[in-house]
């Protein structure tokens, strides 16, 4: 997957990230069991999980850097990418795939410049795609956070994405 965090953006994390673990350190005993704990703490406060934290959870907790970074990604709660601001999710479950939901994926692709997985530059949006969204009878459909779009053309996603604030 492309990398859409610059380095420069983490090296901006550093002080952000270090004052995080200063109160980790009081909150936390730092063993093995605190894993799970210690990163939803690190991604609620920061949204993402970047990664020097991870290494320093690693160091806290005594588990192996590759255990934690295995977590972290087992796990689609936790983010190793800053998310959007707005979350968009395109169906590509068959009753959307069989209406054209892969043309509706690509034209979000083609105005964010950006692939599932992945954020747009300002942190507007994130996109994700997933297996059914429940609304099959309006496929092809995609969510913009909670709000659901059914019967979705192309134009319907250039209309809604140019005027989303
Ligand atoms: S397959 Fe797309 S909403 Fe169910």
New binding site residues.
Partial sequence: MEQVVSKERLVENMPEVDNLFAEIRREFKGNADELIPMLQRVQRALGFLPEQALLEIARLTGVSAARVFGTATFYTRFHLQPVGKNTIRV???????VRG?ARILREVEKLLGIKPGESTPDLEFGLETV??????A????MMINNDTHGLMTTRKVREILTHKD
Avoid: V
């Fill in positions: 169906c590509r479950g068959t009753a959307c795939h939901g297996a059914c969204i429940g609304a099959c309006l496929a092809p459909t």
